[in-house]
């Protein structure tokens, strides 16, 4: 089993910044991708940046130049920066880990963390 403890949401006014950081511990060895996701209320859980062992990303269309994924496989943990956020990206993000692929459906996630809600409103 492989646990995941998101950390780093909260309220941000539009145009502004948030990191978020998700680590993983428990059977660590057997996860490929990581990644994280995002679910608005009313709404399915959406892909929102991915990122395999080997350093391959994915992101959504809707945050290409805003956010970016990042990963380190030392401490297996994962990373989000969101920088420009908008209104829409309000929603609960999930960091998620799949044992054989990128991660870039969430069908294919074998491990959910237990999220983390970010909020941007002025």
């Known amino acids: 089993q492989v646990q995941l403890v998101e950390s780093g949401g909260g309220l941000v006014q539009p145009g502004g910044s948030l990191r978020l950081s998700c680590e993983a511990s428990?059977?660590?060895?057997?996860?490929?991708?990581m990644g994280w996701y995002r679910q608005a209320p009313g709404k399915q859980r959406e892909l929102v940046a991915a990122?395999?062992?080997?350093?391959?990303?994915a992101y959504a269309d809707s945050v290409k130049g805003r956010f970016t994924i990042s990963r380190d496989n030392a401490k297996y943990a994962v990373y989000l920066q969101m920088n420009s956020l908008k209104p829409e990206d309000t929603a609960v993000y999930y960091c998620?880990?799949?044992?054989?692929?990128?991660?870039?459906?969430?069908?294919?996630?074998?491990?959910w963390g237990k999220g983390t809600l970010v909020t941007v409103s002025s």
């Open positions: 428990g059977i660590v060895f057997s996860i490929n991708g």
């Open positions: 990122i395999s062992s080997g350093g391959r990303t």
């Open positions: 998620g880990a799949d044992r054989y692929g990128l991660g870039q459906t969430t069908s294919g996630i074998d491990y």
